[in-house]
Nanobody
Framework: AQVVVESGGGSVQAGGSLRLTCTAT????????MSWFRQAPGKERELVSE???????TLGESAKGRFTISQGNAKNVLYLQMNSLKPEDTAMYYC?????????????????WGQGTQVTVSS
């Protein structure tokens, strides 16, 4: 099975920055799409940002203007640069790997979640 591992979380003060890293094991039969989600206590998991197959970036409302998603030199590495952090950004951040059958298939055939990395922002 594919393996997804996040790192880079921590505790920062409001206004600070963090960079999260996701590293995935991607097998040849997987056309990957990787994304970041987050979940705060008592709230539903929400999309932070996705890097699509065509390179298009999708940003959740919470990320606009402050967070940047990017791919590493290796295609199995995904970053999330978070600037101007706010206490409401406090959450567990998860990396998700969607596996598509091809570049043009409409839906993923499998998906995998990492264990998450905790981000805590104090005021």
């Amino acid at each position: 099975a594919q393996v997804v591992v996040e790192s880079g979380g921590g505790s920062v003060q409001a206004g600070g920055s963090l960079r999260l890293t996701c590293t995935a094991t991607i097998y040849p039969d997987c056309t990957p799409v990787m994304s970041w989600f987050r979940q705060a206590p008592g709230k539903e998991r929400e999309l932070v940002s996705e890097l699509g197959r065509d390179g298009r970036v999708t940003l959740g409302e919470s990320a606009k203007g402050r967070f940047t998603i990017s791919q590493g030199n290796a295609k199995n590495v995904l970053y999330l640069q978070m600037n101007s952090l706010k206490p409401e950004d406090t959450a567990m951040y998860y990396c998700k790997l969607d596996c598509y059958a091809s570049e043009t298939s409409g839906f993923p055939v499998e998906y995998y979640w990492g264990q998450g990395t905790q981000v805590t922002v104090s005021s």
